[in-house]
């Protein structure tokens, strides 16, 4: 089984790809990186692609052919694993201009879309949703993926419209795997413990395991995830791991974005503080300080606490809040 750290805009960058790399991921996703952006030379665009040493998966969002194959001649060089193409993405700024999850209303542009950049001698995946609440269409859009030339469909148990709200269904994904045998399925959708992998492996018999929001504060899953599929009961993240990696983590994102680095990591920092005793009060003093010294003063005083109580110390390991 493949397990994969899916693309997240806002989220994916060197330093988590690297990271997850680190805990047990097999592949990791770029963020989707506009055609368009590429091919006019989109300063943006190019600084989130991938190192050419890295071996990631580069997401591509458009939706005209011919801006995908001049994006393809000039991604090569980055060495990428493969690409992929975004179906899925619900966002409405993003569905509006014809792009992202808006492609499932054409799956003749899909296999168009797959076609052209499989001509030029790289392995290609589409990443999509359910479809749409009026047409659920995934097997089409799947089988025109398929006819096009892609390995691989990995797909997002929701509909467009729901978003990332309700409940992922996992049916979809296990039906296209029963019935396309000439691609590779990934399942994506509502997988935040060893335990739903599992469960969304057994379900589906899929060939590859998509985890977004799951890793997010909590890399150590895909790490976890392994150990289960191996039988073992996952370790435990001691405090003292959860605290080494958020500074690694957030060094390693300062390092990568600058003095923009603190403020872009508030988004991981409330999910690694996620679930902590006390930790709403230790969160609302991190979320407001853009001064490294002060914040690692704050993180930690906090678990220097929660490390003693771990190991028994004076406060005989109550750490409830």
């Not at 506009?34 to 998966?57: D, H, I, Q, T």
């Not at 990443?127 to 749409?132: C, D, F, P, Q, T």
Request: net charge positive; with cysteine; proline share 4%.
């Amino acid at each position: 089984m493949i397990i994969v750290l899916s693309p997240m805009a806002g989220i994916n960058d060197k330093t988590f790809r690297s990271l997850c790399l680190s805990m047990g991921a097999d592949v990791v996703y770029t963020e989707m990186i506009s055609v368009n952006g590429l091919v006019n030379g989109n300063k943006k665009s190019f600084e989130m692609l991938p190192l050419p040493k890295e071996n990631a998966v580069i997401q591509l969002f458009g939706n005209e052919p011919e801006y995908f194959s001049r994006a393809v001649d000039i991604i090569m060089k980055y060495n990428a694993r493969w690409v992929d193409l975004n179906a899925g993405c619900p966002v409405p700024k993003v569905v509006k201009n014809g792009y992202g999850a808006a492609l499932m209303k054409s799956p003749l542009l899909v296999r168009k879309l797959v076609e052209v950049m499989v001509s030029k001698g790289i392995r290609v995946s589409v990443k999509m949703r359910v479809g749409w609440k009026e047409e659920q269409n995934f097997m089409d859009v799947a089988r025109a993926a398929s006819d096009g030339g892609a390995f691989l469909v990995s797909i997002h148990g929701r509909t467009v419209e729901q978003g990332y709200s309700g409940n992922a269904d996992w049916e979809p994904a296990r039906i296209l795997k029963k019935n396309l045998k000439k691609i590779k399925i990934g399942v994506s959708g509502d997988i935040f413990t060893p335990d739903d992998a599992i469960n969304a492996m057994n379900y589906t018999n899929a060939d590859m395991l998509f985890i977004a929001r799951g890793a997010i504060g909590n890399p150590w899953i895909f790490r976890q995830i392994k150990e289960k599929i191996s039988g073992d009961t996952p370790k435990v993240v001691t405090f003292g791991e959860r605290r080494d990696v958020l500074k690694q983590h957030l060094m390693g994102t300062i390092k990568e974005h600058g003095v923009h680095g603190i403020m872009f990591f508030r988004k991981f920092l409330a999910a690694y503080l996620k679930g902590l005793p006390e930790s709403h009060a230790i969160k609302a003093r991190t979320l407001r300080t853009s001064d490294l010294r002060l914040l690692m003063g704050i993180v930690n005083a906090y678990f220097d606490k929660l490390i003693s109580c771990e190991q028994g110390g004076v406060e005989r390991g109550n750490t409830q809040s």
